[in-house]
């Protein structure tokens, strides 16, 4: 299991340089996709936070973030409530309460599936009733040995298997990707930004270039 120690070194060497181009990508990713889940009135945590790309950008009227890494705090907006935890125990957060949990690469690296079994049972007691779960992830379906091309990545994860999971915690599977964005942003070549909305605007190019599941599933 990574130590909260080499998180922080793992994530520094990992994303140093790419920060700038990370948040504007996840402006647009925001803004011209996953906006139509998100209400001004919502309640919403992002779970493995990580630098905060997402939940930083997201307008709603209470947002939670959660992750171990300690550095993760500092990177928050003042009005986001952090919580510096392992997902899988006891969340610090009213059941009942969220309308949305995001979560983006951050299952696999989990250190087993027991961690993640009980992170969904942690999710499911958090969403209101009809609140919903989006999950990304790399689909080790389609990328095969690549997936272990990180040395955090623990826990394998495709499309099925997680819906498995989470269809076992009763919630409904409301759209699937086996193919969403490519791998990662930290290893390649850095895309005009331009491609990025192009990108999603064609689910074909999905198809094609689509290395990352997601999920989006409501609690019943």
Not at 42 to 66: P, S
Not at 111 to 118: H, I, Q, R
Not at 178 to 201: D, H, Q, W
């Amino acid at each position: 299991m990574t130590s909260e120690g080499n998180l922080t070194q793992i994530y520094e060497k990992r994303f140093y340089g790419h920060e700038n181009y990370r948040n504007r990508v996840w402006k647009i990713l925001i803004k011209e996709f996953f906006i139509k889940w998100i209400r001004c009135t919502d309640h919403i945590l992002d779970v493995g936070c990580g630098y905060g790309e997402f939940i930083n950008h997201t307008k709603c009227e209470v947002r939670h973030a959660m992750d171990l890494n300690p550095k993760t705090r500092s990177l928050m907006d003042k009005e986001i409530i952090f919580h510096e935890q392992d997902c899988s125990k006891p969340w610090k957060i009213e059941p009942n309460s969220l309308d949305l949990v995001f979560s983006s690469n951050f299952f696999e690296h989990l250190p087993n599936k027991e961690s993640l079994d009980k992170t969904v049972c942690e999710i499911k007691k958090a969403l209101k009733p009809r609140g919903r779960l989006i999950a990304m992830g790399p689909n080790i379906s389609v990328l095969r040995g690549k997936y272990w091309d990180f040395w955090d990545h623990h826990v394998a994860l495709s499309d099925q298997s997680l819906s498995e999971l989470l269809q076992i915690y009763d919630f409904t599977i409301e759209q699937s990707e086996s193919k969403f964005l490519p791998y990662n942003m930290v290893r390649v070549k850095e895309s005009p930004l331009f491609l990025v909305s192009l990108y999603l605007r064609f689910p074909l190019l999905w198809k094609i270039f689509g290395k990352q599941f997601l999920i989006i599933a409501q609690k019943n």
